[in-house]
């Protein structure tokens, strides 16, 4: 395993590896038997023209089929080769790039859909990892069986081998301008893709709404606008294509005229002059693919500028653990804390004009006070951008605070490590993840050692009680992809399921009903209300109905201090 | 699967010309190739004949000019067909979306995904695999064409092996079908752990369980190399004995060609001309096959699209309300309504009337009286019973306001110039507020912008609704986010509002009930009454 050097850089592009150069070598083989075969094919055909004796062709007759039997062969070892070397790549660079994650998360990957983000660095990755097998790869057989054609050019005829070489610069050149078009067309396009899924997006999921207001032209009118600036994206990339697959014609109907004029069959024999003819036209047939191979290089290090911008972020909070033994420990109470601890060994959480910021730059959360004692039920409104998400994610130790003091039983936070802190707090947010796997499994990652009664009651609390007796196969019943589908409402009992079970004594829960109608939010919210009786729970919400089921409202909005700086 | 459906050019007429394009520049460019062996055979018999080069030299630069020409048309036309067909697709299925009622819409994450990513994938699809199907299609049958005048014994050889080789891709599949089928299912399931456990990523932080997957990382990782391995090397070996196929085809007609030309039973241009046509009948038939693997998605989504555009009559997309669009109030009679897939209606024969002036309707929760609103809205239809309605604005109770500027929120539905939106928004109380935003109506709203409390969200929801023209106003629970002084501009508000339309409002506020012209009561699943 090249483990370590994967992980010095798990995301640069092109990295020659024995398997990949081995791989060309054998793509080289393959394309030099293709070009080999239209060769002897013509020298054949022309020798046979000239009525020799039989016996006299034999030898070209088993060089035809050797080298129509050898091109398939070849091509068949290099994908082998290839793909695996590139399979084993992927594996050593999933491993880096997800320990890589591991500390980023959750502060570091965006405040909003965090799974598309992390989506994309498995597509990003996956990208990075193909442009071995789709760009190493053929350059080098392109590279090997171009030269060997103009080597062997030249040895029949210096001049024709000159020719085969400018046909050679012609191709490299049509490489040079596809990976520029691709390279600088590649972010506009991007961009204009996402600009039209995010608006069909919207008016897929908001139809309802639309029409209520009668605003279904103006839907149809972003989508337009939206499909348009797409459209000249693409337009400006075909562009560029088009260009290269003009050039590549003309290349080789230069080459081969030259050829034709320069070609002297009086020295090299007819046989042989018609076979320098026809390599030209052989040459531009077999390389014409690597114009290809331009795009796939581009968009590996499109990919590969992204996940270097995502991995090379620094934590967001400081671990005085260190970052490899966190999670290693087991979490124990810190000895010497001055606050002594209520019932059920629930910490007592104070935050004193504590801010926060997500890029070191705007601050997120003005000056806020809060005391959260066990059985405490608080919830934080406020609109959009008064810092609710970010004031959740400095109580679930994501964020680390710029300011004020944030401390637990009287201990800053911020000595303990990383694991301890986070030991106490379970999360759950507006889009908690469902694995693959049984339902018990997506349970036991919550607390591995609990047994099937604690995860009955743990569902029972949630108010899945119900759907779990609906289930075909119980806690056996498979979820997630490839599994039975969980709606919006159960996805988010689930995660309070798992919050119960793993027995966290503060649990904080980020827009759990954003996603959900109202009747089923209100079901939601009484379950989640009911399960944490005896937890300390802080609930940001969009929905300010049902406040006063809680012990303490926190209005982030109503602070005129707590406006976070515009700029 | 259908390579091509055909329903596509019905339901997306933008998407036709573009098609039709690169069918024309496919077949050009067929008749180009199957031309260029001509010129180049002639080339290099006058290269060995000694004799002048110019006439096929100039012969072959024409063409390969022309396929250069042809080359670039090639591209423009499957990245526009790429563009066309899969824009006209989204479009097609986001106007159907927004024209039929809610019982006719998938739920919003399948459609959502469908437009989406489904969408998505018909761009590979309509630029790359259309070429090459219209490629495969014309090429070998020019090719053979060609053959069968120029050199009919190589035709025989190239016709007999040429349809060995969709044979033998049918055998070998159906060889290995079950086998391949088993591998793809555990494949797919290997591939998606890694997405999987990514996206979980959060979670598994959270509960300190990531450090501990690292390692199952790597092992399900090598478990996805090999079994992709044994997948790749089936797969590989099939394509491999095609080629071979193929090439083995190509070598029989040029050992053929130069067995008879010892012979002096074939000239030296005609055997040229066999060699070099014999090929281009047999690759385009193995791209189209590679490149159906790599848009095979892209087809589904076309059906699932086509099938979605299809599904119920057309001539219940109408919604209830519009025949009598001009009219002046709404009108239920006998109205049921069960939502899809509940056994127990929300609606039972309920009986409605609100003309033009206030109607309140009042309930308990989960009475219908949403449903009501978005019955008379015509965003649903009723299970039984009509529903008659004016041209109405509904405000709901999550009222949408786009991601931009205040003014893109306010002028969703109507083109009001800026006089007319403060205008509106001094009715709702939200002048001062919003002129001392730092950009004013050009302030952007949301997250990189300034929030909006949920109160103020409905009052530019009700600002909005003043600038529509539809004469009937329907407003669920306008007051919910709003303490004592704002409930009384809004109901102030909807009493002017009602001076000229018919405005018909879900409520629990007795200041607005008190307001009102008629009050209708729900009850928990019971018939209404008027009161």
Avoid at chain 1, 107 to 120: C, D, F, H, K, N
Avoid at chain 1, 300 to 320: C, F, I, K, N, Y
Avoid at chain 1, 429 to 446: T, Y
Avoid at chain 2, 28 to 45: P, S
Wanted: net charge neutral; charged share 20%.
């Amino acid at each position: 395993m090249s483990a370590p050097a994967a992980l010095r850089n798990p995301v640069t592009v092109v990295r020659p590896t024995r398997a990949t150069v081995l791989g060309g070598l054998l793509g080289g083989a393959a394309t030099t038997s293709g070009i080999a075969l239209t060769a002897t094919s013509g020298w054949l055909v022309v020798r046979a023209s000239e009525r020799p004796v039989i016996l006299t062709l034999l030898a070209a007759i088993v060089a035809v089929r050797a080298f129509g039997m050898a091109r398939p062969y070849f091509r068949y070892l290099e994908r082998l080769v290839s793909h695996d070397a590139a399979l084993a790549e992927l594996a050593d660079r999933r491993v880096a790039v997800f320990s890589a994650l591991v500390p980023l998360t959750p502060a570091r990957l965006g405040r909003r859909s965090r799974s598309a983000v992390l989506t994309g660095v498995v597509e990003d990755l996956t990208d990075v990892v193909e442009a071995q097998v789709r760009v190493t790869v053929p350059l080098v057989s392109g590279a090997l069986a171009g030269l060997g054609a103009a080597a062997l050019t030249a040895w029949f005829a210096p001049t024709l081998g000159l020719v085969v070489a400018a046909l050679l610069v012609v191709l490299a050149l049509g490489c040079v301008v596809a990976w520029h078009a691709e390279s600088t067309s590649r972010d506009a396009l991007l961009a204009a893709r996402a600009e039209v899924a995010r608006v069909g997006d919207l008016v897929a999921r908001q139809a309802g709404e639309l029409k209520a207001i009668g605003a279904e032209r103006d839907a149809l009118r972003a989508l337009g606008a939206a499909h348009a600036t797409w459209r000249a994206a693409v337009a400006r990339q075909s562009r560029g294509r088009a260009l290269v697959a003009a050039l590549l014609p003309l290349g080789t109907a230069a080459a081969t005229v030259a050829a034709a004029l320069l070609v002297d069959p009086a020295t090299v024999g007819a046989p042989v002059a018609a076979l320098l003819v026809l390599v030209p036209v052989a040459v531009g047939e077999a390389l014409a693919p690597l114009v290809d191979t331009m795009r796939a290089l581009a968009r590996a290090q499109g990919s590969s500028a992204r996940l270097t911008a995502l991995l090379d972020q620094e934590p967001a909070v400081h671990d005085p653990a260190g970052p490899t033994t966190s999670s290693a420990q087991h979490p124990e109470h810190v000895d010497g804390c001055s606050e002594p601890r209520a019932t059920g060994g629930a910490p007592v959480v104070r935050l004193e004009a504590v801010t926060a910021s997500w890029t070191g730059e705007r601050t997120a959360l003005a000056p806020t006070d809060l005391a959260l004692r066990p059985d405490r039920h608080v919830a934080v409104v406020g609109p959009n951008g008064s810092g609710k998400s970010t004031l959740l994610a400095v109580l679930a130790r994501a964020l680390d605070v710029t300011g004020g003091r944030h401390t637990r039983d009287g201990v800053d936070v911020r000595g303990l490590p990383l694991a301890t802190a986070r030991a106490d707090i379970a999360v759950v947010d507006d889009e908690p993840h469902v694995f693959a796997g049984s339902l018990a499994a997506n349970l036991r990652l919550a607390r591995p050692d609990a047994d099937d009664d604690a995860l009955r009651h743990a569902l029972a609390l949630a108010g899945l009680g119900p759907w779990l007796t609906e289930l075909p196969d119980g806690l056996d019943t498979r979820l997630g992809t490839g599994g039975r589908g969980v709606s919006g409402g159960e996805r988010t009992r689930l995660g309070i399921a798992r919050a119960v079970l793993a027995e966290r004594a503060v649990v904080l829960l980020d827009e759990p009903t954003a996603h959900l109608d109202d009747a089923t939010a209100t079901a939601v919210l009484d379950d989640v209300l009911g399960a944490t009786r005896e937890r300390a729970v802080v609930l940001v919400s969009h929905r300010p109905e049902a406040l006063n089921r809680f012990d303490h409202v926190l209005d982030l909005g109503a602070h005129p201090s707590s406006r976070p700086d515009q700029e | 699967m259908r390579p091509f459906d055909p329903r596509l050019l019905a339901v997306a007429p933008a998407a036709r010309r573009p098609v039709v394009a690169v069918a024309v520049v496919g077949v050009l460019q067929g008749l180009a190739t199957v031309a260029t062996a001509f010129a180049l055979a002639a080339l290099v018999v006058a290269v060995v004949d000694g004799t002048p080069v110019g006439a096929p030299a100039g012969w072959l630069v024409a063409l390969l000019g022309t396929r250069s020409a042809l080359g670039w048309a090639a591209e423009r036309s499957a990245a526009r067909a790429g563009v066309e067909v899969t824009a006209a697709l989204r479009r097609a299925l986001l106007e159907h979306w927004l024209r039929v009622p809610a019982e006719r819409r998938p739920d919003p994450d399948r459609g959502a995904t469908l437009a989406g990513q489904g969408v998505a994938t018909v761009e590979p699809y309509a630029a790359r695999f259309l070429p090459a199907l219209v490629a495969g299609a014309v090429v070998p049958v020019l090719a053979l064409g060609a053959l069968v005048w120029v050199d009919p014994v190589s035709a025989l050889v190239v016709a007999l092996t040429l349809p060995l080789l969709p044979a033998f891709a049918a055998l070998i599949g159906a060889a290995t079908r079950d086998e391949t089928q088993r591998r793809w299912r555990a494949l797919s399931s290997l591939a998606g752990h890694f997405t999987d456990v990514v996206r979980g990523l959060p979670t598994l932080v959270g509960y300190g369980r990531a450090e501990r997957q690292v390692e199952v990382v790597a092992e399900v990782s090598g478990a996805h190399r090999r079994a992709t391995m044994r997948t790749l090397r089936l797969a590989f070996l099939s394509s491999a004995a095609l080629e071979l196929l193929a090439s083995i085809s190509v070598a029989i007609v040029a050992v053929t060609v130069g067995l008879r030309l010892t012979h002096g039973t074939l000239d030296l241009g005609t055997g040229l001309l066999a060699i070099l046509l014999a090929p281009e009948a047999y690759w385009p038939i193995r791209r189209v096959g590679a490149e159906f693997h790599a848009a095979a998605d892209g087809a589904e989504a076309v059906a699932d699209a086509l099938d979605e555009l299809a599904a119920g009559p057309a001539g219940r997309t109408t919604p209830a309300g519009t025949p009598a669009a001009e009219a002046l109030g709404v009108r239920l009679r006998g109205v049921h309504y069960s939502y899809p897939g509940a056994s127990i209606p929300v609606l039972r024969g309920l009986d409605l009337d609100a003309g033009p002036g206030l109607t309140v309707l009042t309930g308990p929760s989960g009475a219908g009286k949403s449903t009501v609103l978005e019955l008379a809205a015509g965003l649903r239809t009723p299970s039984a019973g009509t529903v008659t309605a004016g041209h109405a604005h509904l405000v709901t109770q999550r009222p949408f306001l786009p991601a931009g500027t205040v003014r893109d929120a306010l002028r969703l539905g109507n083109d009001a110039p800026d006089a007319d939106l403060w205008a509106a928004l001094r009715r709702v109380g939200l002048e001062g507020f919003v002129a001392a935003l730092p950009a004013a109506l050009d302030t952007p709203l949301g997250d990189e912008g300034v929030g909006f409390s949920a109160g103020q969200r409905a009052r530019v929801a009700l600002a909005r609704a003043t600038l529509s023209t539809a004469p009937v106003l329907l407003v669920d629970e306008p007051t919910a986010h709003l303490d004592g002084p704002g409930a009384e501009i809004v109901h102030e508000l909807l009493s002017e509002l009602a001076e000229r339309r018919a405005v018909l409002v879900v409520t629990h506020r007795p200041e607005l009930v008190a307001r009102a012209h008629r009050h209708v009561g729900l009850e928990p699943r019971a018939v209404g009454a008027t009161a």
